[in-house]
């Protein structure tokens, strides 16, 4: 039943009209009011070069691993995911992504997988690099829900936003393979402060309805110094 009402919000969310959609200041007053929240524009913008580190739990077969995030926003995102006994890293490099396996070469990767890496990047956007996009954005409210929407590279992108604590609690999102939409939901929970930024320490990640992984955040920093190679393997 639980995933069940995720996956209706999420199909909710991508049919409302755009007739809702609000006025640019009104987005404008939204985005500064997320920002406030979150830790205001000086502390936002050490977000925009970070590496988080999370603990992960894939629920088939129950695998645990790490995940290594490192970011340049807004267009460089690279993904090391270890496990014990094999490792996989992906890399967005502007309109280029990349994957590789092990110690394998890097492969170039188009399609759902390219997507799949810009929607991630997009995920990891603070309020105050969505505000920056803003000619990019709308927002979208049907009452109960208040949702920012984001449409990059071809990828569309809704930000549930709580009203009473102004927080981005929900990230939803849809990609194409095989001429199939498969739905993207990631819930944030465990905020905490890191260095007056608000940051969420728990993530639980859904593919279609189905539960596929839990988060939890071990590490994060925050005006860090990222090396070129590490987006140009």
Not at 6 to 32: G, H, K, P, Y
Not at 48 to 63: E, I, L, P, T
Request: net charge positive; glycine share 6%.
């Amino acid at each position: 039943m639980v995933i069940f009402l995720r996956s209706s919000l999420l199909i909710l969310l991508m049919t409302i009209s755009c007739a809702v959609t609000a006025a640019d200041q009104e987005l404008a007053t939204l985005l500064d009011r997320l920002i406030h929240s979150y830790g205001g524009e000086k502390n936002l913008k050490k977000m925009d070069n970070m590496v988080q580190q999370w603990d992960f739990v894939a629920m088939m077969g129950k695998r645990h691993g790490k995940d290594i995030r490192s970011v340049r926003s807004p267009s460089q995102l690279r993904v090391d995911l270890i496990y014990p006994e094999k490792s996989e890293t992906r890399i967005l490099n502007g309109e280029i992504g990349q994957t590789i396996f092990n110690t394998a070469a890097p492969k170039n990767v188009t399609g759902m997988q390219l997507d799949a890496m810009r929607l991630q990047l997009m995920r990891l956007y603070s309020p105050l690099m969505l505000r920056s996009k803003i000619d990019s954005m709308s927002l979208v409210e049907d009452g109960q829900n208040l949702a920012l929407s984001l449409s990059e590279s071809g990828v569309h992108v809704f930000y549930l936003v709580n009203k009473e604590n102004w927080r981005i609690e929900k990230v939803a999102g849809t990609l194409m393979t095989n001429g199939r939409e498969v739905q993207f939901l990631t819930e944030y929970s465990d905020f905490k402060v890191v260095e007056g930024v608000l940051v969420h320490h728990k993530e639980n990640k859904f593919a279609s309805g189905f539960n596929t992984a839990k988060l939890q955040l071990r590490t994060i920093k925050f005006d860090a110094s990222l090396d070129d190679a590490l987006f140009k393997p």
